[in-house]
Every structure is written in C-alpha cells, then in structure tokens.
C-alpha cells in the first residue's frame, strides 16, 4: 500500500541531545513537509523540499535541520538549540501543491 | 504573515445533524485544503478546494477565493466525524515556490450518539 511512515511513534530526548525522525513516502510524490503541532493549537511548518537535493525554511526552523538525499525520505533532526521540543511532529506529501497526504506522527518529549 | 480564523470554535452536536465550518483567510489564495484530525492525531486530507465547490459523500466545501472563505458543510453528522476541523492555505506570493500551508487553530466537533 502506498502511504507515508514516520518513525518512531514516541521518542525521548534528554537535554543536550539531538535526535532524528524519519519521514519515508512511496507515493513517488516530489514535495515533503515537516509539521509541529502543539497541544490545542494548528500546525505550524518546519521545513519543506518541492525536489530532491533542495529544501527550504518554514515558519519555524530554528533549532531544526532536514536533508533530502532520496525522493522518498526526507529526515529532520530536532536539535539541542531547539530548547522547547516537546510537540506532536507531522510529515507530509504531495504532487505540487495539491493534496498534502500527511503520516501518523511522532510524539517527542524531554526526559 | 496570512491570517487564518476557523469559526466556531467547538461545535457539539447530536448524530444526524448538519453544520457548517467558516475558514476566513486575510489575502489572497492559491492553495486552500480541509483537513480532518481524529482522536488519535492523525491527519485526513478532506478537500483541496482553493476555488468552487466539490462534493464527497456526506461532505462538502465551497472556497468563495473574492471574499476570502471557505465553508466547509457536513450532513447527517456521525460519531466518527468527531474530532478537529483544519482549514490551511498558501498566498497567492506568485513564483514557483509552493506548498507554503498556513494553518487555522481548528474547530473541535463533538458529534453524540
């Protein structure tokens, strides 16, 4: 089946630490996004790459940094600059800027 | 930044019946969607509507891209239809970039049995 997987479902992150999530899509879809929700409120963007090799910013991305080395995967690493982690993490496709198909998420929390 | 205000903001309502959802955007749009978030967090895309009116189901959405609105129409209400509500857009900037969603804060519908 086609679809988009992130992983993990839940990860912990101690102070001082960078971590890594994985957004990986078989949907042969060009554009991928990366999303943060906080509890209550809408998604606000991190990043985005319309093609493979290139990226840019959103409306959030300080603390952040992707990489978009293959079509299909598009990781972002929450880095220890980014000092208020703690969110629900979306990830995202699409053909354009048509639909947006979006994966199940990772939760991320501070030990 | 584009604004986006979603109205109302908590919707209750018994299984059967009809409401109507108002995303209000503050420029001009290439990229409207309506997105369904369930109580598991995860996110359905509903409607890619950045104009006219489309039809799915139980569901429909009209985008009035003049007046700065979209409605987004549920009939028959059901219990799975609970959760929240997300209107997101682009501006309309011009260039090539694209897929730049601005997202509403939501409208959480509870639908009883």
Redesign the interface.
């Given at each position: 089946d086609g679809g988009i997987t992130q992983s993990p479902k839940y990860l912990f992150r101690k102070e001082g630490q960078n971590v890594t999530l994985s957004c990986e899509q078989n949907l042969n879809h060009d554009?991928m996004?990366w999303?943060r929700q906080d509890p209550g409120?809408?998604?606000?963007?991190i990043y985005?790459s319309?093609i493979v090799n290139d990226f840019?910013k959103?409306?959030i991305a300080e603390g952040y940094s992707v990489s978009r080395e293959k079509k299909e995967s598009f990781p972002l690493t929450v880095t220890s600059a980014q000092k208020n982690p703690t969110a629900?993490y979306?990830c995202?496709s699409?053909i354009?800027?048509?639909?947006?198909?979006?994966g199940?998420?990772t939760r991320l929390s501070i030990l | 930044g584009i604004q986006v205000e979603q109205s109302p903001p908590d919707l209750i309502l018994q299984e059967g019946a009809n409401s109507t959802l108002r995303c209000n955007f503050s420029d001009s749009v290439n990229n409207l969607q309506w997105f369904h978030q369930n109580p598991w967090g995860q996110l359905i895309n509903l409607f890619y509507i950045p104009s006219g009116t489309k039809q799915n189901g139980r569901l429909s959405a009209t985008t009035v891209a003049t007046e700065r609105y979209s409605l987004l129409y549920i009939s028959s209400s059901q219990t799975t239809d609970s959760g929240v509500y997300f209107c997101a857009v682009e501006r309309n900037a011009g260039g090539t970039s694209y897929g730049k969603l601005t997202f509403g804060q939501g409208t959480i519908l509870t639908v009883h049995p």
């Open positions: 554009a996004y999303y409120q809408g998604l606000r963007l985005y319309q840019q959103g409306d629900f979306l995202a699409s354009g800027r048509r639909t947006q198909h979006f199940d998420g | -």
